[in-house]
């Protein structure tokens, strides 16, 4: 179990259930990729699951992919010719890219796969495989012995007309489809529909073999009697007036005789720049991409934020740095800033050593010492740097011709500044030290000092400003700086 703290509104959501034996589901179609605003939704669970143990209550933690949902509409990057598959259950749809089993495993396989790199104590349930082995069957026989009052809930709920012959349940036609087919007689004892197909021919579905399923609204209010549920996030797509939750809260009070779950509405999380998270825009980050450039507890922190009833303006340009250091801030004692780190790997590369070496005289010795620790770090530095650092925190050590390129535009003052500096340099100072030769040797040659630091970063990084360059120059083969200050 994760070593992050419950937060506050989770504990006032756990204390607000009832005690005792506790379902916590959360679901997800995975018809196109699952980003990191479904993961909110996950998160807002596990926060809930964790926040109710910590009551001593027993907890049974679900993950619902729904893979026996109809394609609705292919994601982006989905060759065309999948519309052919429209309607089809994304357990039955083949891969787009060939390499899974099927269209819903290959967007629910890196997700799990991320679910596990957190460590997250979830149970995954496909629901193509529940209603194949026949879990639903029950609630598919209730819901179809009482398709007239959930028919005027729904109209009453959505305010809409439903059809005539509209019925809970959609069989699955020879075509493949999972459409709204006219049923024609329920024989409960078999668990089997006869239905009118497309062309008017009649059929026969067993639904306790997963030869079709529950409408989504019914699907809701009938998992949660299956499952056991007693509470579920939703997001407020869901939650919206004469919205899903609205419907399924009436037909589990009056159709399935079910206590309506525990409820929390999450908000939406967008990308700063971007817009709200959806796979159907292709406004898509994936926890995968998340994970290179921070620890699951901080994807944690950041994906729930302060509070998840508020929308989230992610932000991993600019501000990342900051949030880093909070969340560091929090797990340990006087970690190395972030933006130092960044400076680290952009300097040494994959060299843990030279990496550790360089903490050491910028004065983190602490965290020179724990080499798997700093070789992680190192990696979720040097991977934000490249995909999202702004470009002032982006640095690259210029190479020897580079540099005479560079240091060509700086007047005598300056390289007579840099060559006092290389003549002092030695192999033992440290940043402070550094950072102290830096500046005197300014002030005593009468070179003001923004010029004298934009003389060094000139012939290191081709910039006029950097890092803290004490720490910085300290951290580097003092060879390399001579050579560089002496051109
Ligand atoms: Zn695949």
Request: charged share 30%.
């Given at each position: 179990?994760?070593?992050y703290?419950?937060p506050?509104?989770a504990?006032d959501?756990a204390?607000?259930?009832r005690?005792?034996?506790?379902?916590?589901?959360?679901?997800i179609?995975?018809?196109?990729?699952?980003?990191v605003?479904?993961?909110?939704e996950?998160?807002v669970?596990?926060?809930v699951?964790n926040?109710?143990?910590a009551?001593?209550?027993e907890?049974?933690?679900?993950f619902?992919?729904d893979?026996i949902d109809?394609l609705?509409?292919?994601?982006?990057?989905?060759p065309e010719?999948?519309?052919?598959y429209?309607?089809?259950?994304?357990?039955?749809v083949?891969?787009p890219?060939?390499c899974h089993v099927?269209?819903?495993?290959?967007?629910?396989?890196?997700?799990?796969?991320a679910?596990?790199?957190?460590?997250?104590?979830?149970?995954v349930?496909?629901?193509?495989?529940?209603?194949?082995g026949?879990?639903?069957?029950?609630?598919?026989?209730e819901?179809?012995e009482?398709?007239a009052e959930?028919?005027?809930?729904?109209?009453e709920?959505s305010?809409r007309?439903?059809?005539?012959?509209?019925s809970?349940?959609?069989?699955?036609?020879?075509s493949?489809?999972?459409?709204g087919?006219?049923?024609?007689?329920?024989?409960?004892?078999e668990?089997?529909?006869?239905?009118?197909?497309?062309d008017g021919?009649?059929?026969?579905a067993?639904?306790?073999r997963?030869e079709?399923?529950l409408?989504w609204?019914v699907?809701l209010a009938?998992?949660?009697?299956?499952l056991?549920?007693?509470?579920e996030?939703?997001?407020?797509?869901?939650t919206?007036?004469?919205?899903?939750?609205?419907t399924?809260?009436?037909?589990a009070?009056?159709?399935f005789?079910?206590?309506?779950?525990?409820?929390?509405e999450?908000?939406?999380i967008?990308?700063?720049g971007?817009?709200?998270?959806?796979?159907?825009?292709g406004?898509v980050?994936?926890?995968?991409?998340?994970?290179k450039?921070?620890?699951p507890?901080?994807l944690?922190?950041?994906v729930?934020?302060?509070d998840?009833?508020?929308?989230l303006?992610l932000?991993?340009?600019?501000?990342f740095?900051?949030?880093?250091d909070e969340?560091?801030?929090?797990?340990e004692k006087?970690?190395?800033p972030?933006?130092?780190?960044?400076?680290?790997a952009?300097?040494?590369g994959?060299?843990?050593?030279a990496?550790a070496e360089?903490l050491?005289r910028?004065?983190y010795?602490?965290?020179?010492?724990d080499?798997?620790?700093?070789a992680?770090?190192?990696?979720?530095?040097?991977?934000?740097?490249e995909?999202w650092?702004?470009e002032?925190?982006r640095l690259?050590?210029l190479?020897?011709?580079?540099?005479?390129?560079a240091?060509?535009?700086?007047d005598?003052?300056?390289?007579g500044?840099?060559?006092?500096v290389a003549r002092e340099l030695?192999e033992d100072l440290?940043?402070?030290?550094?950072?102290d030769l830096?500046?005197s040797?300014?002030?005593?040659r009468?070179?003001?000092?923004k010029?004298a630091?934009?003389?060094v970063?000139?012939v290191?990084?081709?910039?006029k400003?950097g890092?803290?360059?004490g720490?910085?120059?300290?951290?580097?083969?003092?060879?390399?700086?001579?050579e560089r200050?002496?051109l």
């Amino acid at each position: 179990m994760s070593s992050y703290s419950i937060p506050g509104w989770a504990k006032d959501v756990a204390n607000a259930l009832r005690p005792g034996l506790h379902v916590v589901v959360t679901g997800i179609s995975p018809s196109g990729n699952i980003h990191v605003g479904n993961l909110r939704e996950v998160l807002v669970a596990e926060a809930v699951v964790n926040a109710l143990k910590a009551r001593g209550a027993e907890v049974r933690f679900v993950f619902h992919a729904d893979t026996i949902d109809p394609l609705r509409k292919i994601a982006p990057d989905v060759p065309e010719s999948f519309e052919s598959y429209i309607g089809h259950s994304l357990s039955r749809v083949p891969d787009p890219k060939g390499c899974h089993v099927s269209y819903a495993e290959h967007f629910l396989d890196p997700f799990e796969d991320a679910l596990k790199r957190m460590e997250m104590n979830i149970e995954v349930l496909r629901s193509h495989e529940l209603y194949e082995g026949g879990f639903y069957t029950e609630v598919t026989r209730e819901a179809l012995e009482h398709t007239a009052e959930l028919r005027e809930i729904l109209q009453e709920v959505s305010g809409r007309k439903m059809p005539e012959h509209w019925s809970p349940y959609l069989p699955r036609a020879t075509s493949g489809q999972l459409a709204g087919a006219r049923i024609l007689e329920h024989i409960p004892e078999e668990n089997k529909v006869v239905f009118a197909d497309e062309d008017g021919w009649e059929e026969v579905a067993d639904y306790a073999r997963g030869e079709g399923k529950l409408g989504w609204r019914v699907e809701l209010a009938a998992r949660w009697k299956a499952l056991g549920t007693t509470f579920e996030p939703f997001g407020k797509d869901h939650t919206s007036r004469g919205g899903s939750t609205d419907t399924a809260d009436r037909m589990a009070r009056e159709v399935f005789h079910y206590p309506v779950p525990g409820r929390y509405e999450y908000e939406w999380i967008q990308l700063k720049g971007r817009g709200a998270m959806s796979s159907s825009k292709g406004i898509v980050l994936l926890p995968k991409d998340l994970l290179k450039i921070m620890p699951p507890d901080a994807l944690r922190q950041m994906v729930l934020g302060r509070d998840p009833a508020r929308a989230l303006d992610l932000d991993l340009e600019g501000g990342f740095p900051r949030f880093m250091d909070e969340y560091r801030a929090s797990v340990e004692k006087d970690p190395v800033p972030f933006t130092h780190l960044v400076t680290v790997a952009q300097t040494v590369g994959t060299d843990v050593d030279a990496a550790a070496e360089m903490l050491r005289r910028g004065g983190y010795e602490a965290a020179a010492r724990d080499r798997e620790k700093l070789a992680r770090e190192l990696s979720y530095a040097r991977i934000w740097a490249e995909e999202w650092a702004p470009e002032s925190l982006r640095l690259r050590i210029l190479d020897e011709d580079e540099a005479k390129e560079a240091a060509s535009g700086l007047d005598a003052d300056q390289r007579g500044y840099l060559a006092a500096v290389a003549r002092e340099l030695k192999e033992d100072l440290d940043g402070v030290a550094v950072q102290d030769l830096l500046y005197s040797t300014a002030v005593e040659r009468g070179l003001k000092p923004k010029r004298a630091f934009a003389a060094v970063y000139t012939v290191l990084l081709g910039k006029k400003s950097g890092p803290k360059a004490g720490p910085f120059i300290a951290g580097l083969p003092v060879e390399l700086v001579r050579e560089r200050f002496s051109l």
